[in-house]
């Protein structure tokens, strides 16, 4: 295995789990805020509708956050790391294919979301790939 992409491929896996942990925060902890309401375009009439769906999503990307990170603390081990690549590049690309689904659902809107949300898991993808190959 090439250490420096496992290394390259490792962090980028981490940056989206921190993303992912901060999307968690917005939506299931901040959501009542009106900054975190105005980042997702919600109008005031619609908090109380969308919140419990704001709330369920939160978690979605909580635990894809915890799976990145299981999938890093196992790649670090003896003789897991194989289940722990497997893990964070699952959750990894769950991570990306949210994205496109966020992309392609409102692409004017939601670009800028999508691009922040699935470039790092993507180049940790990558990285990840490189080190398993070179």
Partial sequence: MNSAFAILGSAFIFIAALVHLMIFFMESVLF???????IFGVRGQDVEIIKPWAYNQGFYNVFLALGA???LVLMGTVTLWPAGIALAM???LSMVLAAVVLLTSQPKTMARAAIIQGTPPLI???????ALNL
């Fill in 90 to 92: 699952f959750a990894a």
């Fill in 124 to 130: 940790g993808i990558i990285g990840l790939v490189l």
């Fill in 69 to 71: 990170g299981t999938g």
């Fill in 32 to 38: 009542h805020t009106p900054r975190v309401q105005k």
